[in-house]
């Protein structure tokens, strides 16, 4: 369902995305969606063919939903088919750059595979994050703020931890 809280009717598009973790699209299908003005509109049935079933039942996929506003995306879930203890993650360090601003610093987390629950740590105390538990997807780069509550330190070091370092398979 799309919910529209506008005053006017609103032309959208549903992507459903079927990612592998290292960012191979196994299934993907599009769809357009009129979300009624002030309401709720059901975006449609979509049937789940055994390709979807048998990629979701080895641990090695996500289901991507993206909702598109002239072709920018207003809305994204990802929904994982198994229990993250269950889904078998590769271990690899991903690239962390950080890009000292006037009052923030962006850290941006890139890898070639998926990055499960990925939580940043820093040398400051006192700071607050736009983001601080969020996945990565294969070879998008994820742009974290970070603002200090006192000035911008110059040389700051950026930790990151995700379940993929803690996968057992």
């Not at 601080?132 to 997807?137: K, P, R, S």
Request: hydrophobic share 40%; proline share 5%; no cysteine.
């Amino acid at each position: 369902s799309v919910i529209n809280d506008r005053l006017e009717s609103v032309d959208l598009i549903l992507k459903l995305r079927l990612q592998s973790f290292t960012g191979e699209i196994v299934w993907e299908q599009t769809g357009n969606v009129e979300a009624k003005a002030n309401g709720v509109t059901h975006a449609g049935h979509w049937p789940i063919s055994s390709i979807i079933l048998n990629a979701a039942i080895k641990g090695l996929s996500v289901m991507r939903i993206e909702l598109l506003e002239s072709n920018s995306v207003i809305g994204e879930e990802l929904f994982y088919f198994n229990e993250p203890k269950d889904l078998i993650l590769s271990d690899i360090e991903p690239e962390i750059e950080t890009n000292f601003k006037y009052d923030h610093v962006e850290v941006v987390v890139k890898s070639p595979v998926l990055l499960k629950d990925v939580r940043l740590e820093t040398d400051l105390l006192d700071a607050t994050y736009s983001d601080n538990f969020f996945d990565v997807m294969p070879s998008e780069p994820k742009i974290i703020r970070v603002y200090p509550k006192n000035n911008v330190p110059v040389g700051m070091k950026v930790k990151l931890k995700s379940l993929n370092q803690f996968s057992t398979r």
